[in-house]
């Protein structure tokens, strides 16, 4: 099993910066990819950022490229999501999530194993 647990939401205004961390936990090993995901109110989950452990390789969504930024402390089993240039479209609960395969967070998000109970970023304008 793998724990997840999100931090570091809140509200800013637009143009303003966040970062999300997910601190995981437990059988890590068995996790090969981390990744962001949002869902906004009324609207479907959908990928915003992924990190492939093994390689440092990472994507985003278009909607966030530029302004995103995912990346990894290995020492703290941590992955961490730097929002710069936020916009109130970006309004959401962001959950962490984690899958053995890169390929599951990319485009098997119904596959993902483990998923945080998600932290809410409110983008005012």
């Known amino acids: 099993q793998v724990q997840l647990v999100e931090s570091g939401g809140g509200l800013v205004q637009a143009g303003g910066s966040l970062r999300l961390s997910c601190a995981a936990s437990?059988?890590?090993?068995?996790?090969?990819?981390k990744g962001w995901f949002r869902q906004a109110p009324g609207k479907e989950r959908e990928f915003v950022a992924a990190?492939?452990?093994?390689?440092?390789?990472?994507y985003y969504a278009d909607s966030v490229k530029g302004r995103f930024t995912i990346s990894r402390d290995n020492a703290k089993n941590t992955v961490y999501l730097q929002m710069n240039s936020l916009k109130p479209e970006d309004t959401a609960v962001y959950y962490c999530?984690?899958?053995?395969?890169?390929?599951?967070?990319?485009?098997?998000?119904?596959?993902?194993?483990?998923w945080g109970k998600g932290t809410l970023v409110t983008v005012t304008s």
């Open positions: 990190i492939n452990w093994s390689d440092d390789s990472t």
């Open positions: 999530a984690a899958a053995p395969q890169l390929h599951t967070i990319l485009v098997a998000a119904g596959d993902i194993n483990y």
């Open positions: 437990g059988r890590t090993f068995s996790s090969s990819a």
